[in-house]
């Protein structure tokens, strides 16, 4: 009986010991990197950077975290190559809140209906990259419909 309560002991504080380590682990990795808490990002907030950045978007320069995205239309490549022709309508930011877009090629003014025009290249075992080529009145297209 006694050989009993002792694996219970035993078995009882190492539970308490792995809870303890995890606990104490989880809180001490979300100080350290901060990017893995949920914030509450406002759209008053906007850290603005240079359209050519990785993660911006490229019409109102707004800094996008991983859950922003940009709104787009890419349609399938003609000659079957990896390059692909895309229209990029903006971020929620811009979109949204009308905020002051600008074509990163000619620098002028858009307006909520106005469109960039890109290629959009496709890379195995990579990102796909995007090439702004430039807006509706640098860069004569059809209408996106």
Not at 14 to 36: A, H, M, S
Not at 53 to 72: A, E, H, I, N, Y
Not at 122 to 136: A, D, I, S, Y
Request: contains cysteine; proline residues 7%; glycine residues 6%.
């Amino acid at each position: 009986m006694r050989d009993y309560l002792e694996i219970l002991a035993f078995v009882t504080i190492g539970i308490f010991l792995l809870w303890f380590g995890y606990t104490l682990y989880f809180k001490i990795y979300l100080k350290l990197n901060p990017k893995r808490k949920r914030r509450q990002r406002q759209f008053n907030d906007r850290e603005m950077a240079s359209p050519g950045d990785p993660q911006t978007c490229p019409l109102c320069s707004s800094k996008l975290d991983g859950r922003d995205l940009v709104k787009t239309m890419a349609f399938p490549s003609i000659t079957g190559g990896r390059d692909r022709l895309m229209y990029i309508k903006g971020c929620v930011y811009c979109l949204n809140r009308n905020l002051p877009r600008h074509c990163p090629v000619c620098g002028a003014s858009l307006n909520v209906e106005e469109i960039l025009v890109a290629r959009l290249f496709e890379r195995p075992l990579r990102r796909p990259h995007v090439h702004v080529q430039g807006c509706t009145k640098c860069r004569k297209v059809a209408s996106p419909g």
